[in-house]
């Protein structure tokens, strides 16, 4: 694995980190690190600005693939089953529109955080640059027992080709998790989440053969 540098940054400043420097990095962003692809120099930036209400986590990454492959990684199931964290079940419930798609996903996070679900509306626009925008609809399904409803969540995929035909990949997510959780950890935490998600986006699509993918988009659920 070769990482070359990792920005972290927050809205009293940046912080740069190199690859002699790893030790002195806290530890929530080392397990962060561990998922950049061999070979290639890995540069992720991650940005928490405080709001009223959830903070904004904007993560950017860049992965060597074209944006076609990128979107499908995003959009398919099969392929989500694959990479996305501690994806326990995803379920597509309806498709409003011809760019719409509602969606139910359970995750198996491990303490502090409990089982949470969510339903969230994707709603593409293909731009450029296309952008996946993201919003919470909690009340579209009954809750699920073992998991705890995100009552809010907002955020985008925005993605746009670099001169040297990779995809650049910018991540924006607000979320209210819900529970008995205080939303000044979960805002501490989604910056490793966020890390760790686009890591693993990179590490998945940047070396896929999308084709490989039995393409069930159109499919109601995914186990």
């Known amino acids: 694995m070769a990482i070359t540098e990792m920005t972290i940054r927050s809205d009293d400043g940046t912080a740069r980190f190199y690859g002699n420097l790893l030790r002195a990095m806290a530890p929530v962003f080392l397990a962060t690190l561990a998922f950049g692809l061999s070979g290639y120099a890995v540069a992720v930036e991650v940005e928490r600005v405080s709001r009223q209400g959830p903070d904004e986590i904007h993560a950017t990454v860049l992965i060597p ?47 502090p955080m409990s089982p949470r679900d969510s339903v969230t509306l994707f709603t593409r626009h293909q731009g450029p640059p296309i952008t996946l925008d993201m919003e919470s609809r909690p009340n579209a399904v009954p809750e699920m027992a073992g998991y705890q409803r995100i009552p809010f969540s907002k955020g985008s995929w925005t993605l746009r080709t670099e001169l040297s035909g990779a995809t650049r990949v910018d991540y924006l997510q607000r979320v209210e998790p819900g529970g008995q959780m205080p939303q000044w950890w979960s805002d501490r935490l989604g910056i490793t989440h966020a890390a760790e998600l686009l890591s693993a986006l990179q590490n998945y699509a940047g070396g896929t053969d999308t084709s490989s993918c039995s393409g069930d988009r159109h499919n109601s659920s995914v186990q």
């Open 65 to 111: 693939a074209p944006v076609r492959q990128v979107l499908e990684v995003l959009e398919e199931p099969c392929h989500l089953r694959r990479w996305v964290p501690k994806l326990g079940s995803l379920k597509i419930l309806a498709r409003p529109r011809e760019n719409q798609t509602l969606v139910y996903v359970a995750t198996d996070r491990a303490w």
